[in-house]
């Protein structure tokens, strides 16, 4: 049997895959002539599929369906060229009555801006337009009373076409553009009556021998591009009679021809937008005497393209595409580089299925990367990197922002303890020397500190403290702001030492979030037992990795208790510290009913 392309592939070294992407652009690029043609059918294929598969549950034959599409589709474009090409007669015949608003407009930008070069050259060339056509419209009488002494203008005419010269002269520049156009139905329609059998192709080229990732890969790049293909026609349809209709309003001349121009131009990411409102506006300039028209044309364009922006895209493409705004500005560049026009409205479909290539075929998984909108870093790696390179108030503003979408409790499993969690991994492989452990540790407790709310008014019941670095005292922290949020107050020591001003706390609650033994927690316990007597509460709160089990040591004693986990944690502390007056939270109850052991004095 033959094997698969992606398994001859097999893992990209760095050289190869600068090799592969060499010469798959230089593919692309001489390919060019035949590969246009193929993409815009293949999107044609894409867009008109479903239409085809309901026409065939009605019990249409395969051959039937497809021709009928292809065939209102054809009508459909023709109709379009045949209003735009009526619209922009009409508009040309018109233009030269706005000759006398437009020098007027010119002439009083230069009146407030004087000495402009561009304006200049504006007026030169309107004035320069008006004398070529005086001098077109007498040229015929000063041949016929040149008078004596003067010489005549001569003028060389050329043979009269005969109709088959004629019609090659107008012809000809048509014949490229209707071969591409019938190419491009040709392949659409193949396409579409030999899907099963292309889709079998492609999918072996996947990789037969994994037809789980293969299928998912095809059902992911057929349900992106058709939901955003039919969103985006929906939505460009809309802005395009929105627009029409506001040009109709406002009395911008030819709103059709706008309309359908801003309704097409939309395809095009980016510049076609741009392009859609520039036309309008600089007629608008040329037909008004005054300025109310263009500042309207260009009002009506923000309106709706913020409305479009900020309401319509989100609404409809939702993460139709999966691609960053990153990856479709380039994708814009690169397919305009290589294809020109065409590879404008080809930009953002091709993009979407190389991303789904790297998303489901690992050789090729740098494209999801490059392309993707999935993060490329995960929160927890993220926050950690911008500590590594020396960028706190990032870090900080990562937290930060983590507030505003998820719980603090899920924000410190999620991100900040598996962060400390990758500090610890890098200090035991000695991937951080002395200066460059103490800034990290001192970054994330900063970070963390960053992220405490005022201060509760009402004394504190409970002490957090580090078990033994800035990591741990960074768990404290995180613990004693969860146990705020429940309403009780707690006060900081530094490495089980003395806490910030005498106070009188019922609860010791000690965080170690690195890996330890039970003899260590053991040793940890006697050693703050013998500090706070032996009637306090003392909760030890586990942080480190889980897959790392600590063996809980014996003989503890009835007033020390070993958790894991902030819930844990929380739910131990809870049953001995009230609830402070004043600060909220919804443990008053549970606490009063359970013995409060004697408070201890810490100094």
């Not at 999918?203 to 095809?218: E, V």
């Not at 493409?317 to 065409?342: D, E, K, R």
């Not at 990795?545 to 007033?559: F, I, T, V, Y």
């Amino acid at each position: 049997p033959l094997t698969p392309l992606t398994e001859k592939i097999g893992p990209l070294s760095s050289t190869g895959g600068i090799l592969l992407t060499v010469a798959a652009t230089a593919a692309l690029y001489f390919g060019r002539d035949i590969l246009i043609p193929f993409s815009l059918a293949l999107l044609i294929s894409f867009a008109t599929a479903p239409v085809v598969l309901q026409l065939r549950k009605l019990g249409l034959p395969r051959t039937v369906a497809v021709l009928l599409v292809i065939v209102a589709l054809s009508i459909t474009a023709t109709v379009f060229l045949v209003l735009v090409a009526s619209q922009a007669i009409d508009l040309a015949g018109n233009l030269p009555q706005y000759q006398s608003n437009l020098e007027a407009k010119i002439q009083s930008i230069k009146e407030v801006a004087p000495g402009g070069g561009l304006i200049d050259r504006l007026m030169a060339m309107v004035a320069r337009l008006s004398e070529e056509a005086t001098e077109r419209a007498t040229l015929a009488p000063m041949g016929a009373a040149g008078g004596q002494g003067k010489p005549l203008p001569v003028q060389l005419v050329p043979p009269a076409l005969t109709p088959l010269q004629l019609a090659w002269e107008v012809g000809a520049p048509l014949i490229e553009p209707f071969a591409i156009i019938g190419v491009v139905l040709v392949f659409s329609v193949f396409m579409l009556l030999e899907r099963e059998d292309l889709r079998n192709r492609l999918i072996w080229l996947l990789g037969a021998q994994d037809l789980t990732r293969a299928t998912a890969a095809m059902d992911d790049a057929a349900q992106r591009l058709s939901r955003f293909l039919l969103a985006q026609a929906v939505l460009n349809f809309g802005y395009g009679t929105a627009f029409g209709i506001g040009l109709w309003v406002i009395g911008v001349p030819n709103p059709v021809l706008w309309g359908l121009l801003a309704a097409v131009l939309r395809f095009i990411p980016l510049v076609g937008t741009i392009a859609a409102a520039t036309l309008p506006t600089i007629l608008a300039f040329a037909v008004d005497p005054g300025w109310l028209m263009p500042l309207e044309t260009i009002a009506l364009f923000v309106v709706l393209d913020l409305i479009t922006v900020n309401v319509g895209e989100p609404l409809l493409y939702g993460g139709s595409t999966g691609l960053s705004p990153f990856a479709v500005l380039f994708a814009t560049i690169f397919w305009l580089t290589l294809w020109g026009i065409p590879g404008l409205l080809l930009a953002v479909p091709l993009t979407v299925c190389l991303a789904v290539l790297g998303r489901h075929v690992p050789q090729f998984g740098f494209l999801d990367v490059m392309l993707g909108s999935t993060p490329a870093l995960a929160p927890e790696a993220h926050f950690y990197q911008r500590i590594l390179a020396g960028d706190p108030l990032e870090a900080s503003e990562l937290a930060e922002r983590g507030l505003q979408g998820q719980p603090r409790q899920a924000l410190f499993e999620g991100t900040i303890l598996p962060a400390i969690h990758m500090a610890q991994a890098d200090r035991q492989r000695g991937a951080l020397d002395g200066s460059q452990r103490a800034a990290v540790w001192g970054a994330i407790l900063a970070a963390v500190a960053d992220l405490d709310e005022d201060e509760p008014e009402a004394p504190p019941t409970v002490l957090c403290l580090g078990a033994r670095d800035e990591l741990d005292q960074a768990a404290a922290l995180m613990t004693g702001q969860l146990l705020a949020e429940q309403g009780i107050a707690c006060a900081y020591a530094e490495r089980g030492g003395a806490a910030p001003e005498a106070v009188t706390v019922p609860v010791v609650m000690v965080a170690h979030a690195g890996s330890v033994t039970g003899h260590q927690l053991g040793r940890l316990a006697r050693r703050l037992r013998r500090r706070i007597g032996p009637d306090a509460m003392l909760v030890v709160g586990l942080l480190g990795p889980r897959e790392q089990a600590e063996e809980m040591p014996d003989g503890l004693g009835a007033h020390t208790v070993v958790v894991r986990g902030f819930a844990a944690i929380l739910a131990a502390v809870a049953q001995w510290a009230p609830v402070s007056a004043g600060n909220g939270g919804d443990k008053g109850t549970e606490s009063e009913a359970m013995p409060e052991p004697p408070g201890i004095a810490v100094a």
